[in-house]
């Protein structure tokens, strides 16, 4: 089955924080995990599946358009928020794991990982 996501990278670069030169490839795995993992949850298998046929086909149903924009969307885009704090915290390298730094930043600690985690995941709850 062909990949389908209910938001792009360009699309939650544009509603959150999250900074234009992210690399699209390092949002795309954490957004098909949330989908699959959160809103197939939250909306069941039936109706997830028959959103990701119908924006495959462009022919989203008015209740279906409904419930993407206004309540998948919104939450979805938290989850992914919630999965991406770590791993663009961090990079899979051959030397290991590593922390990205440089000169005009500085990383994060671990409680504030948590802390913006849990805030994520507070928002998409209650879009949920």
Known sequence: MAIVLLISPQELKDQTPVNGNVDEK????PILYCQDNYVQNLVGTGIYNEIKSQ?????????????????????LKHWVMMECVRSL????????????????????????????????????????
């Not at 924006?55 to 939450?75: E, H, K, R, S, W």
């Not at 290991?96 to 504030?112: F, L, M, Q, Y």
């Open 89 to 128: 915290s961090y990079r899979y390298m051959n030397i290991g794991v590593t922390r990205k730094d440089s000169p005009n930043a500085r990383p994060i600690s671990e409680s504030e990982i948590q802390s913006l985690e849990n805030n994520h995941k507070n928002k998409a709850q209650w879009y949920a």
């Open 55 to 75: 924006v495959t086909a462009g022919t989203l149903t008015a209740l279906n358009t409904t419930l993407l924009n206004d309540y998948i969307q919104p939450a």
């Open 26 to 29: 390092l949002l795309k795995e």
